[in-house]
């Protein structure tokens, strides 16, 4: 249910598969479906959102598919069919979750489908509104409503060609707002899939409330709001405190500013940065020449945790008041002018890392990110180290301010070998000792080493292995705040612990999806003591498995069981199950697969039925009819063998069979009679007949 976004032919394979199901599931309960818009749903999910799920359906991807992506995408030519696609998309919410396929973390159907209720009225308006078009589109509409056969290849090329001389009539308005929306990122197919991150573990809010009140930040945050009140204290003209004030400020807070002597409030650094902390944490502001503190956040004022919170989000805004030129003699570094993205990156970097980020592997990621913004040449040169390290000292201020307040935490020690291994070369780089024939080949296709990249390969290395750096982390604070912020932006930060309540088969689909064995173990192991009674619990996994309608996903979800359970319960578990008329084909294949079972220890019965589970997952993964028949077609007489041994087998899904059998038939051009006992096959509805175009 999710699927990088380079895979584009294993998300095809899957969109097929899962929008041909739909549309069957949808004609047995009488609902109407769209296949294309159903499509295209998918599609969104899966190349236009940051996370990929596409089991997950919040309200913001529903209103955004809906009045964005749908407007920019698909094109329903003038005289077609309109297609019902807030219809089509509550059938497939209802689907996903009939299937066991939705994940558990969304929202509930009923208010999944309430989204798409809210939404629906405005569709109409945001497919005709032509500023929400793609560029695509919006050529190919105009061409259709000149009565151009936008169908015809050569018809639309001599559309193109007028237009490009001036003598097509459009709306430049549209055009102009289509191009910015393209310039400015904010079309929707400009948006990045990012990386995944691995799931984390935190403690109770109960205990980071106890760590952040603990921290000396909160501390004097608190008190400053305290010292300025609902009164507040007078400013000057400048919005600066007043000498006198500050100075008893100072003593409050404890700052440690040296105020004898001083004749203005700006010349008390730490002082400073905390009273324009407090502003971007929208504890205090200035009103009426009055330092004043904000009414409404006395309750965050209360909750250390929430205040703390506040603090962290206040950081990402607090670019001048860090690290920005203190006169005109000064000039702002590189990581000043890219100080949001620099600074969320690296700390998505630290985020869920098993091992703590050394600093001279982070300090050199950070410095490849400044040569793509800036367009920097390869070179070392004097000039460029200068740069380099100016953005250096002020990322380690910044640094040095999420370490007070608690955000990271700075160890020195050997960095792990995870960190030696990873390839910071700018460009590709040959390996030693290539023949140079070959080194020759490669060139000539543009394949060439980077001597400077090779270099900051070769220093990094020695800098690393040399003995003890800098090793820096995320705190639990941190991790609980950076969290907050993924999920803020639609990413996917998985919490154990998260999944006690979810039914067994989301928590299972989630496990096979995103977690690693360690953190699915704790998972799991946490989800079965929330019920109580182990062996119950058990059985509702099993369960699961059983009535997972997609024989690929229940191998995934088997596959958890047998790995995440403790001291080889899962293989136990399996074994156990070998014997189950349903189960088996799945269990015989999942303990075969991990080598827990050799051919020699099963029975002719259970080769067949094996056999019969490989050839079944195959339908699956092969993309769909003409995917499967050009696999069975490739393996000539031994994939007719195979097919008529499978459909003798005793495998439950005799369903699936018939469609193998079918395939066969197809595919080799034998009757199918000759495959085996294949039943005839059930007819199936197919996709609507209305074209769509994007």
């Known amino acids: 249910m999710r699927f990088e976004a380079g895979a584009e032919e294993e998300f095809e394979t899957a969109c097929g598969l899962l929008v041909a199901r739909l549309v069957r ?99 109409p308006a945001a497919m005709a509104d032509r500023t929400r078009w793609g560029l695509a589109k919006f050529w190919a509409m105009t061409a259709a409503e000149q009565g151009v056969d936008v169908l015809d290849g050569a018809a639309l090329q001599r559309f193109a060609e007028r237009a490009q ?104 650094p730490r002082l400073g940065l905390l009273v324009e902390w407090a502003k971007k944490a929208r504890l205090v502001r200035v009103a009426k020449g009055r330092l004043c503190a904000v009414a409404r956040a006395r309750p965050v004022l209360a909750d250390p945790l929430q205040l703390w919170l506040r603090a962290f989000e206040a950081c990402f805004e607090m670019r001048q008041a860090l690290i920005g030129a203190r006169s005109g003699w000064h000039v702002e570094s590189m990581f000043f002018d890219a100080y949001e993205d620099v600074l969320e990156d690296v700390l998505n970097t630290l985020y869920s890392l098993p091992y703590p980020m050394p600093w001279p592997r982070l300090r050199d990621s950070v410095h490849l990110a400044y040569r793509a913004r800036f367009q920097l040449d390869g070179g070392l040169d004097i000039q460029h180290r200068m740069w380099f390290e100016h953005a250096d000292r002020d990322l380690r201020t910044v640094l040095d301010t999420l370490a007070e307040l608690g955000a990271i935490k700075r160890d020195r020690g050997m960095a792990d070998p995870v960190f030696l291994d990873v390839d910071l070369a700018a460009e590709p780089e040959l390996p030693e000792g290539m023949p140079p024939e070959l080194a020759e080949l490669l060139g000539a296709a543009g394949v060439t080493p980077d001597p400077a990249a090779q270099e900051r390969d070769r220093r990094l290395r020695e800098e690393l292995t040399a003995g003890p750096v800098e090793l820096l982390r995320l705190t639990e604070l941190g991790t609980r705040a950076l969290r907050q912020r993924l999920l803020a932006v639609g990413r996917d930060a998985p919490l154990v612990g998260e999944l006690a309540h979810a039914p067994a088969a989301g928590l299972l689909g989630v496990l096979a999806d995103d977690y690693d064995p360690d953190a699915a173990g704790v998972e799991l192991a946490g989800w079965i003591a929330a019920r109580g009674e182990r062996d119950a619990a058990l059985r509702q996994l099993t369960e699961a498995v059983r009535s997972m309608p997609f024989r690929v996903r229940a191998q995934a979800m088997l596959a958890v069981l047998l790995t995440a359970l403790p001291d080889g319960e899962g293989e136990r578990l399996l074994r156990g199950l070998r014997g189950d008329a349903a189960l088996a084909p799945l269990v015989l294949t999942a303990l075969a697969h991990h080598e827990l079972l050799s051919p020699e220890d099963m029975t002719d019965a259970e080769h067949l039925l094996v056999l019969a589970e490989n050839l079944l997952q195959l339908v699956e993964l092969a993309g769909g009819v003409d995917g499967v028949e050009e696999v069975l077609r490739d393996q000539g007489p031994e994939a007719r063998d195979a097919v008529a041994a499978a459909l003798d087998s005793a495998h439950p899904d005799r369903a699936g069979l018939e469609e193998l059998g079918q395939l066969a038939a197809r595919a080799l051009r034998t009757p199918a009679a000759r495959l085996g006992r294949a039943r005839k096959r059930r007819s199936t509805a197919g996709k609507s007949g209305r074209k769509r175009h994007r």
């Open 25 to 123: 599931w949808a004609g047995e309960q009488g609902l109407l479906v769209d296949g294309f818009m159903a499509e295209a749903a998918l599609d969104y999910r899966h190349r236009a959102t940051v996370d990929g799920r596409l089991g997950l359906w919040e309200p913001r991807q529903v209103e955004e598919l809906l009045l964005s992506w749908l407007p920019e995408q698909v094109t329903e030519l003038p005289g077609e069919e309109r297609a019902d696609a807030p219809g089509t998309l509550r059938a497939l919410l209802r689907y996903l979750h009939a299937a066991q396929l939705a994940d558990p973390r969304g929202p509930a159907l009923e208010d999944s489908l309430a989204a798409v209720d809210v939404v629906a009225e405005r569709y």
């Open 165 to 268: 001389r001036g003598e097509v009539g459009y709306d430049q308005q549209a055009l102009d707002a289509i191009m910015e929306r393209r310039l400015t990122g904010r079309a929707l197919s400009s948006v990045a899939r990012a990386e995944p991150q691995l799931p984390v573990m935190l403690p109770p809010d109960s205990e980071l409330r106890r760590r952040a009140e603990a921290s000396a930040i909160v501390v004097q945050l608190r008190g400053l709001a305290e010292w300025a009140g609902p009164d507040g204290r007078a400013v000057t003209a400048a919005g600066r405190l007043r000498m006198a004030d500050a100075r008893e400020l100072v003593d409050v807070l404890g700052t440690g500013d040296k105020a004898e002597g001083v004749r203005s409030s700006a010349d008390l």
